[in-house]
Every structure is written in structure tokens, then in C-alpha cells.
């Protein structure tokens, strides 16, 4: 994600929950009114790599299925002419690291306030904590108007 270090930029995390879509409209209409690029980051991580055996599936068809997914939900959040303007980014890792490098330089790293893990009554998922208490940028996390 090495971009421009003098472009305005807005990076939001997606991961295909409700508060992620929120997230991304809020990061492209917020990027609208300061004249910033937006940068929409899906991690992906198979539970257990790093243990003892190999991973039991093809990494690079993970990557191209979550890329493929990843493009067809900023279509239906955005439509089609919106998500033609947002680079996408697929990135192997722990998502709430991988947001933090991403944002580096960032305007604002704008994320949902739960993903799909955890606990429905969290409030906050265990990524939006973590990077609101690590983050070099400011972060706005949005919640979710569903309940």
C-alpha cells in the first residue's frame, strides 16, 4: 500500500459485517468533502497457520476469493460508479496490525464498530479497540444502524 505520502488519504477496514458497510459509506462520503483517496482494506487470516502442520488449503485462492467478495460488496454498499473509486487492498494477516500499517499516514482509518467475530453485545469488536488505542491517525469508528 505504498501510496503517495502527500496524497490525502482515508483508509477504512471491510470485512463483510454490517458495521464495515457503514463504515465504508461514512469513509467515502468523508473523503468526498476533504478531497481524499480512499483505500478500503479486507484482511484475511486462516485460523491456526501458524501452528505446527501446513495450511490445508491454497493460500492464493483465499486471497483471490476474499478480492473477489471484496469487490462484489463495495458494488452492492457503494454501487457500481462509487466502488470504481475506491482502491481495494487484500491483505494476508491480523486484521487489526494490518490496519495500523495501513493507515500509516493516513488522514483517518475509519472501521465498524464490531466485526463478524466476537460478541453480538460487545461494544466494540476486538479490532476497533485495538486500533483506536494504536493508531498514528485518527480513528472514527461507526456503528451500526441495525440492531
Given at each position: 500500500?505504498?501510496e503517495?505520502?502527500?496524497?490525502r488519504?482515508?483508509?477504512?477496514g471491510?470485512d463483510?459485517?454490517?458495521?464495515s458497510?457503514e463504515?465504508l459509506?461514512w469513509?467515502?462520503r468523508y473523503?468526498?468533502l476533504?478531497?481524499a483517496?480512499?483505500d478500503?482494506v479486507a ?16 493460500m492464493?485462492?483465499?486471497e483471490?476469493e476474499t ?13 457500481p460508479?462509487a466502488?470504481?473509486s475506491v ?10 496490525d494490518v490496519l ?6 493516513a488522514e483517518?482509518l ?11 453485545r460487545?461494544l466494540l469488536?476486538?479490532v476497533?479497540q485495538?486500533?483506536?488505542?494504536h493508531?498514528?491517525?485518527?480513528v472514527?469508528i461507526?456503528r451500526?444502524?441495525k440492531?
Open positions: 500500500m505504498a503517495d505520502v502527500s496524497e488519504r482515508v483508509v477504512v471491510v463483510g459485517s454490517q458495521p458497510y463504515a459509506r469513509a467515502v473523503a468526498g476533504v478531497g483517496a480512499v478500503a484482511v484475511w487470516e486462516l485460523p491456526g497457520l501458524y501452528g505446527w502442520s501446513g495450511p490445508a488449503v491454497d492464493d485462492v483465499d483471490e478480492r473477489e467478495k471484496m469487490s462484489r460488496e463495495l458494488t452492492d454498499v457503494l454501487g460508479d466502488a470504481g482502491r481495494t487492498h487484500v491483505v494476508h494477516g491480523n486484521p487489526a495500523l500499517r495501513a493507515a500509516e499516514g483517518v475509519v472501521v465498524g464498530s464490531r466485526g463478524r467475530g466476537g460478541f453480538a460487545a469488536g476486538s476497533s485495538h486500533v483506536s488505542q493508531a498514528s491517525c485518527p472514527v461507526v451500526s444502524g440492531r
